[in-house]
């Protein structure tokens, strides 16, 4: 069973950053890709960025720009870096996998809270 677990979020002051961090339990080139999502009080679950195997990386609009998507294979370990934060970026964020072609699966972390207020 595939495993994913984040780290690094926390309470940060407008205009501050933060990196959050995903670690798999199994090697993370076995994924299609992954990425992070967000869930704010209230509303949908929302895309904030993904990142391919080959490490082609795409970015909502709402954060492109301000967050970069990277990885670390050698650690099996996935991150967010979130630059300029603003007080609608308050939200849990979650690690996503996405795994196989045709039947595909999709795993989720547990999720970490960000939460930006002065």
């Known amino acids: 069973q595939v495993r994913l677990v984040e780290s690094g979020g926390g309470l940060v002051q407008p205009g501050g950053s933060l990196r959050l961090s995903c670690g798999a339990s199994?090697?993370?080139?076995?994924?299609?890709?992954m990425g992070w999502h967000r869930q704010a009080p209230g509303k949908e679950r929302e895309w904030v960025a993904s990142?391919?195997?080959?490490?082609?990386?795409n970015y909502g609009d709402s954060v492109k720009g301000r967050f970069t998507i990277s990885r670390d294979d050698a650690k099996n370990t996935v991150y967010l870096q979130m630059n300029s934060l603003k007080p609608e970026d308050t939200a849990v964020y979650y690690c996503?996998?996405?795994?196989?072609?045709?039947?595909?699966?999709?795993?989720w972390g547990q999720g970490t809270q960000v939460t930006v207020s002065s």
């Open positions: 199994e090697n993370i080139f076995s994924f299609n890709s």
């Open positions: 996503k996998a996405t795994k196989g072609y045709g039947l595909v699966n999709f795993y």
């Open positions: 990142i391919s195997t080959e490490g082609t990386t």
